[in-house]
């Protein structure tokens, strides 16, 4: 059975976030956690699940992803 989720993962506290969205959540953070994703989690280690959301669609977690990543972060510097 298909969750669509979006969700944030982060390297540190006030570190590097990622966010993605799956339709297996269970089974993506695992693969976060474990440096199986090549690419930006894995090389900025963004090992912990700091929050997601659950969507009825694909589509709804996909347009809430791409509202995220257009926000802006506040105070750049670690």
Not at 8 to 30: C, D, E, F, H
Request: hydrophobic fraction near 30%; glycine fraction near 6%.
């Amino acid at each position: 059975m298909k969750h669509p989720c979006v969700y944030i993962m982060a390297s540190r506290r006030k570190g590097t976030l990622y966010i993605g969205v799956t339709s297996n959540p269970v089974q993506r953070i695992w693969q976060h956690k474990n440096d199986l994703v090549p690419g930006f989690t894995k090389r900025y280690g963004t090992h912990t699940l700091v929050w997601y959301e659950m969507h009825e669609t694909m589509d709804s977690a996909i347009t809430r992803e791409k509202r995220l990543k257009e926000w802006k972060r506040a105070g750049r510097s670690i």
